[in-house]
């Protein structure tokens, strides 16, 4: 059994580590938060399979060959204080992947609304304002963005609602 620790980190922190692991047995192996002093989710991303789930709540399953494997998981941290101003705003939105771009479905009552798409250290990759009037939809073009983890904020009024997305 191989435990591992990560330590230093604010009780606010917000971002990702990449989460590297040695193993002499080829199979099945699992991955879980043991102990969390953290305050909020601990997400794991799979970058051999694209799946990401929050392992402070249940234990990840995983195939692998027995060596050194440097670059397979990413480790990313969210903090409790990312969450939604309001929870009906919050089921009003909901975002999908359709090819290379990624398309966010509002509820007809927004209109105008603000949108940034942030990295897990909180670095903005793209961000605007849009009017809805195609069907109250919103594409970003996620072409040139690499397939990771990534918060969506969308903002309408006072409202605010972040939401974890993946683009595969």
Not at 24 to 35: A, P, V
């Amino acid at each position: 059994m191989l435990r591992a620790f990560i330590q230093g980190l604010p009780a606010d922190y917000s971002g990702s580590i990449q989460l590297g692991y040695v193993t002499n047995h080829s199979g099945l192996h699992q991955m879980k938060i043991d102990e969390n002093s953290f305050y909020g989710s601990v997400w794991l991303l799979d970058k051999n399979t694209g799946k990401q789930m929050d392992i402070s709540t249940s234990a990840y399953s995983f195939n692998t060959q027995a060596g050194v494997i440097n670059s397979r998981f990413e480790i990313s941290f969210e903090n409790s204080v990312i969450s939604n101003t309001e929870e009906l705003f919050e089921n009003s939105w909901y975002v999908y992947q359709l090819n290379d771009r990624m398309i966010v479905q509002l509820s007809a009552e927004e209109i105008k609304y603000d949108y940034q798409l942030l990295d897990m250290s909180g670095r903005i990759l793209l961000s605007g304002s849009s009017l809805t009037d195609d069907g109250n939809q919103l594409e970003l073009d996620v072409a040139s963005i690499p397939k990771a983890a990534y918060l969506l904020t969308i903002k309408n009024n006072n409202k605010t609602s972040t939401k974890r997305i993946l683009i595969k």
